[in-house]
């Protein structure tokens, strides 16, 4: 069994504070070809790169949990050019890959993006 599950790293930065209203509050995702979608409450929620901590990474996985969603979410933290807080949904099985894609809703240029990373489960 590994540590981690098939992951997909966002590229939006999930700056100090993110503003979830009606109009960007929807986040749909497929695994395996499955389609899943889901509404994140409207708020502000806040991000620390300093304690890698996110609230909104935190209602995203209790809502996943609430619906039994396979995928969890996770604060990933980039380093290039520049230091990111991305978003990172990982599979919650880690015995085997899985196709994490089909991003989409209101949501998703606000908090996800494009993929930047697509990585196997691993220790």
């Known amino acids: 069994m590994h540590q981690y599950g098939q992951q997909v790293w966002g590229s939006v930065e999930l700056g100090s504070e993110v503003n979830i209203t009606t109009d960007n509050s929807t986040f749909g995702f497929s695994v395996d070809g499955l389609q899943y979608s889901f509404d994140i409450p409207a708020g502000s929620y806040m991000t620390s790169r300093n304690r890698h901590e996110s609230e909104l990474v935190q209602i995203m996985t209790e809502t996943a949990e609430h619906l039994s969603l396979p995928v969890q979410f996770r604060l990933g933290g980039i380093h290039d050019d520049e230091k990111l807080n991305v978003l990172i949904l990982e599979h ?6 899985y196709v994490l894609d089909g991003f989409g809703g209101s949501a998703v240029d606000t908090i996800f993006g494009e993929v930047r990373f697509n990585l196997a489960p691993r220790n």
């Open 92 to 97: 919650l099985d880690k015995s085997k890959e």
